[in-house]
């Protein structure tokens, strides 16, 4: 800690996790001539409460008034926790996205380390000899043999657990010689050498990326790798990592979803002899602390996350890269509104270090981005190994009898597949029995209670269930309003689809693919070794089964409803669908054998179908862009929004009419419009009514600089009760 200055005045500048846009000032704690470091954890007063903030800036003046400032009751940390580019990051993205200070920058801790608890160790548990275990004859334990093999084991010094483990011990035999006081528990400190094994070898397309992205380590650059499916963009993070470690530099991967980290994972550590940790949601508590903690001492070499790693530690960071850069699950939907794509870039920009932006379809930003030449731009065009791209069909479904989906086309293909002991991927983005269950006398409908939407019939156990609230209430034997019998199920869902294959192909595994059936913490890995070690199977899912994954024994993948995806209100929605379409088409074909997508719908002449069908996604993404260049919409020009939740219909719209009124009293800038009050595509959810402002503009600065006025005016204005304004900055959320 630093010495603390000869100064009455001295104060703390704190971050403390409270819904304030601001900052607050202490005084320093009593009966201490040192002060705490920046970055580091202070414990204050607020109100009743004492709460951890975070030491922000050491002041010799505030304007605060002097009786109203508080002392720092404690210094949790005698370094800091928090290094300075992490700390800059956060304070960026707290000004950036307009979200409190304090519950920004608490995102730079770990679980334990918020809650005012020293950071976890990065020590393994293991076991050692106790002076008695080292007196024991070889002989002592010849009537327990297993004992005496882990006395044997621990001769030549201590052991981790997960060694002893691999070796066939197991917890009876710590325990029994741990109550004879034969062995004790100690702490063995990880200190694993970073290693790589041989790469692969490396086309003359992946050689040009590799070089380029290897040459810009030490230094900020941005990479866009466009790779079609299957080309092999992995390999290219493998070499540059490698680069990386030979450094002595640590890597931090984002990925959009847990599900992708299984397979993820066992690729890089079949290449690299070197400390891997990942961060997630799905991880434990202990676990994820330990991982934080492994990350920031640099105990880790790489680091594989979902989007909220991107504020992970890293002692020595030399290279970020964001998979399938493109997918909206890298943005924070509630809360502090981020995209981990965008923040990963500054981040990459404050650490000095490059960062690599991959996808086969890249975001219309990174695209414009890359033709402008602000982003260098590596083209992977052919897949590797020789593979060649699918062939792509579509079947129009219009009149045709279907069976839970399928159509008799799709169930041939499915046949010849699967004949050939090949495997069949099927994509449905719609998970339970059916999107409605419904009156055949009288028309009820199931809705949810609490949002603007149907609830979903699910079978596995029977419910039905709102899948934007999570409200859900027993499957009812009588129509709740005629009380009559026939109630039936309307629509498509996985759980029906999978009823159906079960018994049209009895012979073949079927393994459905959604948040339903993929819930436990293993699931997707113990998923994708089941399908990676079997013959013929038929794969059924969501978005889940679309994203990054490789199957290399798929060649037909079916898409049985696009339709549901074409009518978005989102102006991104067409993007999105190309690239979902294009995602999932991607999986098939990715080894020596070819594969066909087939795509149903009821819309074939729809134009981003016939794109899609005949177009790469290269010159379909050159399309979109001219389309949103006549309309002024990003990345041609920026947009924001100011959102509303409210208790009752209207008390969002009057707060949001008054704020514009405001706004245009001062001035405001005749290049950015305010759109609104608008209500939400779902105007009611989870018992809020939901309104929003759009904020346009032709420069992002411009309509940043009008959202820090609404703010401003928001702040100063009495909210109603039951109100809850927030800001969304490059709104990922349909307008």
């Not at 992205?213 to 900020?220: C, K």
């Not at 866009?224 to 002595?248: C, D």
Request: contains cysteine; aromatic residues 4%; positive net charge.
């Amino acid at each position: 800690m630093p010495q603390r200055p000869d100064n009455a005045q001295t104060l703390l500048r704190c971050a403390v996790p409270i819904p304030v846009r601001g900052y607050l000032d202490y005084l320093p704690a009593k009966g201490t001539d040192t002060l705490p470091a920046v970055g580091s954890r202070i414990l204050v007063p607020l109100g009743s409460r004492q709460l951890v903030g975070i030491v922000t800036e050491i002041l010799g003046s505030t304007n605060v008034d002097p009786a109203k400032l508080k002392r720092t009751k404690n210094y949790l940390d005698k370094n800091p926790l928090i290094d300075p580019a992490v700390l800059e990051l956060l304070s960026w993205t707290a000004d950036y996205y307009q979200h409190p200070p304090g519950e920004t920058l608490i995102l730079g801790l770990s679980p334990r380390e918020r809650r005012g608890e020293s950071p976890a160790s990065v020590h393994d548990r293991g076991f050692n000899l106790t002076l008695r275990g080292e007196g024991l004859s070889d002989t002592s334990l010849s009537r327990a043999p297993r004992q005496q093999a882990l006395i044997a084991a621990l001769r030549n010094g201590p052991k981790t657990r997960s060694e002893l483990q691999s070796l066939g011990f197991k917890p009876d035999n710590f325990r029994t010689l741990l109550a004879s006081a034969l062995i004790e528990p100690v702490e063995i400190l990880a200190n694993k050498a970073w290693e790589c094994r041989a790469p692969l070898s490396a086309n003359n397309e992946q050689n040009t990326a590799i070089t380029a992205i290897t040459a810009s380590l030490g230094q900020f650059t941005c990479h866009l790798l466009e790779g079609v499916t299957g080309s092999g963009k992995t390999e290219v993070y493998l070499q540059a990592i490698a680069a990386a470690i030979a450094r002595q530099e640590q890597t931090l991967v984002l990925i959009p979803e847990i599900g992708l980290t299984p397979q993820l994972v066992k690729r890089f550590n079949d290449r690299f002899d070197c400390p891997i940790v990942t961060l997630h949601s799905g991880l434990g508590g202990a676990e994820r602390d330990r991982n934080w903690q492994a990350a920031r001492s640099q105990q880790a070499g790489i680091i594989i996350g979902t989007r909220s790693a991107v504020f992970a530690p890293m002692l020595t960071p030399g290279l970020i890269i964001v998979d399938e850069e493109h997918d909206v699950s890298l943005n924070q939907q509630d809360g502090l509104r981020y995209s981990a794509r965008d923040v990963a870039v500054k981040r990459a920009q404050l650490s000095g270090c490059p960062v690599v932006l991959g996808s086969a379809t890249p975001s219309l930003e990174s695209m414009a981005n890359a033709t402008s030449e602000r982003y260098q731009w590596h083209r992977l065009t052919q897949r590797a190994a020789g593979a060649h791209p699918p062939s792509k069909r579509i079947i129009d479904i219009r009149g045709l009898a279907l069976r839970a989906g399928l159509s008799a086309q799709l169930q041939t293909k499915m046949k010849e597949v699967l004949a050939r002991g090949e495997q069949v991927l099927l994509f449905l983005n719609r998970r339970g029995f059916a999107p409605t269950l419904l009156c055949h006398d009288c028309g009820w409908t199931a809705e949810c209670q609490n949002c603007d939407a149907r609830q979903t019939l699910h079978k596995k156990p029977p419910r039905v269930q709102c899948h934007h609230c999570g409200q859900q209430n027993p499957l009812p034997k009588l129509c709740p309003q005629c009380h009559g019998q026939r109630l039936v199920a309307s629509g498509l869902g996985t759980e029906q689809t999978e009823q159906a294959l079960k018994k049209d192909f009895p012979d073949v595994p079927v393994y459905r693919v959604d948040s339903d059936s993929m819930s436990g913490r293993h699931a997707m890995a113990t998923f994708t070794q089941t399908v990676e070690n079997a013959g013929a199977c038929i794969m059924l899912g969501t978005q889940l089964l679309a994203k990054g994954h490789h199957f290399p024994k798929v060649t037909c993948v079916g898409v049985l409803d696009a339709d549901s995806l074409l009518m978005s209100p989102d102006f991104r929605g067409e993007e999105r669908l190309a690239q979902l379409l294009t995602q999932v088409g991607g999986r098939a074909g990715r080894a020596q054998r070819s594969g066909e997508v087939i795509i149903q719908t009821r819309h074939p002449e729809h134009p981003i179908m016939m794109a899609v069908l005949e177009k790469n996604w290269r010159s379909l993404s050159a399309q979109l862009l001219l389309s949103r260049e006549a309309q002024g919409l990003p990345p041609n020009g920026a947009l924001a929004a100011l959102r509303c939740d409210s208790a009752t219909p209207d008390a969002g719209a009057a707060f949001l009419v008054a704020l514009i009124k405001a706004y245009r009293s001062q001035t405001p800038d005749p290049l950015i419009r305010l759109v609104g009050p608008l209500s939400a595509p779902m105007a009611r959810r989870a018992g809020l009514y939901r309104s929003h402002i759009v904020i346009a503009g032709p420069k992002r600065s411009g309509v940043h600089a009008s959202v820090k006025k609404l703010v401003v005016l928001a702040a100063e204005k009495r909210a109603p009760s039951g109100l809850r304004w927030f800001v969304d900055i490059d709104p990922s959320e349909p307008l």
